[in-house]
């Protein structure tokens, strides 16, 4: 009797084990089939996100930015979505002149400066020379490939009957400081702002801007010459762009500017130029992912 109660006593210890490993092994693969399950959903679920985020298929787009892109979308519905994009990672969804940042490429010719991006008031372009009285005013110094651009830019206008002058070229964070306030104390700020940069936000201090006329003559009135045409014509083929053109004060948050043109080299304005992008728009589109 004794010996059939060992017996007993083994069989149902081996069924135990038997059922415990069988038990074992289900949760095992229950617990696999969980596991698996979810990560199915959470592909699925970042795949139905990444087609949901429209802004993604943009090689300029920032993940950072996505929830911006999305309350600036939710007010400008009429806006495509290269412009959402481009607008936001101009901080175009701020105010002028916050969260701004020190501007990046110093001394290159793709330097941006704007009203989020600005000059230490020490910032003092690489190789400023002088230019020659028969090109401007006495005083005026640009960036020395800017300068000699600029120069046989003015000689082929001459020799097609145009008479380009400069009026204005580098100035210095305080010329501009003394500058904003005159006008600030002339038209408040807020008219300023439209027209004038806060100093260390002006691109003139780059020493790759030039304000231009017909020789003597009023920059303001400069848009009703044959200069002006034959500019807009011709600039890029020295390497200058129109940086505050009309209809795009959105981007640039200036007025438009017939007179204020930019050097950003040949082969980069011609590109620009063919685009029919602002420098701004350009910029974060085609090169800060490049040059940052």
Do not use: C
């Amino acid at each position: 009797m004794k010996k059939i109660i060992i017996i007993l006593s083994s069989i149902i210890v081996i069924i135990f084990i038997i059922l415990m490993i069988f038990l074992f092994n289900t949760n095992s693969k229950d617990k696999d089939k969980d596991i698996k399950e979810v990560k199915e959903n959470e592909t699925k679920e970042e795949i139905t996100k990444e087609e949901d985020n429209e802004f993604s298929k943009l090689s300029y787009y920032k993940e950072e930015n996505l929830d911006r892109y999305k309350a600036y979308q939710i007010n400008n519905s009429d806006l495509s979505i290269e412009d959402i994009v481009t607008k936001v990672n101009l901080n175009l969804d701020k105010e002028p002149y916050t969260d701004t940042i020190p501007s990046t490429n110093l001394n290159t010719n793709y330097l941006l400066v704007n009203k989020f991006n600005y000059l230490d008031s020490s910032y003092i372009p690489n190789n400023l020379e002088l230019l020659d009285n028969s090109y401007s005013k006495s005083g005026i110094y640009l960036v020395k490939e800017a300068k000699d651009n600029l120069e046989r830019l003015i000689d082929q206008a001459k020799n097609d009957g145009m008479n380009i002058r400069v009026a204005s070229a580098y100035r210095s964070y305080t010329y501009q400081e003394n500058l904003y306030k005159n006008y600030v104390k002339n038209d408040g700020v807020e008219n300023a702002d439209t027209y004038s940069a806060r100093p260390g936000y002006s691109e003139h201090q780059t020493g790759l801007v030039v304000d231009v006329t017909r020789a003597f003559d009023d920059f303001n009135n400069f848009e009703n010459t044959d200069e002006y045409n034959w500019m807009l014509e011709n600039a890029a083929n020295y390497g200058f762009i129109l940086r505050y053109p009309k209809d795009k004060e959105d981007i640039t948050t200036y007025s438009f500017e017939a007179w204020h043109y930019r050097y950003v080299g040949v082969e980069l304005a011609q590109k620009i130029k063919a685009s029919n992008l602002t420098f701004d728009e350009y910029y974060v589109r085609y090169l800060e992912s490049d040059n940052n």
